[in-house]
């Protein structure tokens, strides 16, 4: 039988290349991380029921896309029904970070007049060697974008992971 559900949000995930996105993804709605699996061709989708509270589900319809340029017309038209974004970027690769405000840009751009509510994910924070970018410089961008927060995440050590997806559902519940 069919899970009952009474809100339905669409999120996508975006950043750069091997940032881990597909990774985060997988490890959220399938429980493994695997270093070896490949980023899907173009974009990839996931539904996910999250029990809100004992009488709210909210259905999440999860888009991932790969960041190649080629792509990129795709992931437009999966945005403009999307209501959640998570911005990701790897702590451990500086330009990463610096393309953050660009992401943004083109998101809100794209989307425009509808809302937006955006969740800046700083991730590989197992990388203690090489990490490149503070968690300070994550949390003064995501007020900088007006972001619901920033979180670091390890899909690897499964640090933070499903808050990642509940703070924003969350954030977007709440707003709205
Ligand atoms: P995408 O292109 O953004 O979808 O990135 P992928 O999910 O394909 O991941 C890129 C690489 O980062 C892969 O080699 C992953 O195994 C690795 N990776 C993903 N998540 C983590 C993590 O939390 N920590 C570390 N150290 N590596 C990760």
Redesign the pocket.
């Known amino acids: 039988m069919e899970v009952p559900w009474n809100f339905r949000f669409g999120i996508v995930i975006l950043?750069?290349?091997?940032?881990?996105?597909?990774?985060?993804?997988?490890?959220f709605t399938e429980g493994t991380?695997?270093?070896?699996?490949?980023?899907?061709l173009g974009i990839d989708f996931k539904v996910y029921n999250m029990h809100y509270d004992p009488d709210v589900v909210i259905k999440l319809l999860l888009w991932?896309t790969?960041?190649q340029e080629r792509f990129r017309s795709i992931c437009k038209s999966y945005m403009r029904n999307s209501v959640g974004c998570i911005l990701?970027f790897?702590v451990?690769q500086r330009q990463t970070f610096d393309r953050i405000g660009s992401w943004h840009r083109e998101v809100l751009d794209y989307v425009k007049p509808n809302p937006m509510f955006f969740l800046l994910v700083g991730?590989?924070?197992?990388?203690a060697v090489g990490r490149q970018v503070r968690k300070n410089e994550g949390e003064a961008l995501a007020k900088k974008l007006n972001m619901i927060t920033y979180l670091e995440?390890?899909?690897?050590?499964n640090l933070n992971v499903s808050e990642a997806f509940e703070t924003l559902s969350r954030g977007i519940y709440d707003l709205f």
Do not use: I
């Open positions: 950043g750069d290349s091997a940032v881990g996105k597909s990774s985060l993804l997988h490890r991380f695997d270093d070896s699996r490949q980023s899907p991932d790969a960041g990701m790897d451990s991730h590989k924070s197992d990388l995440v390890s899909t690897k050590e």
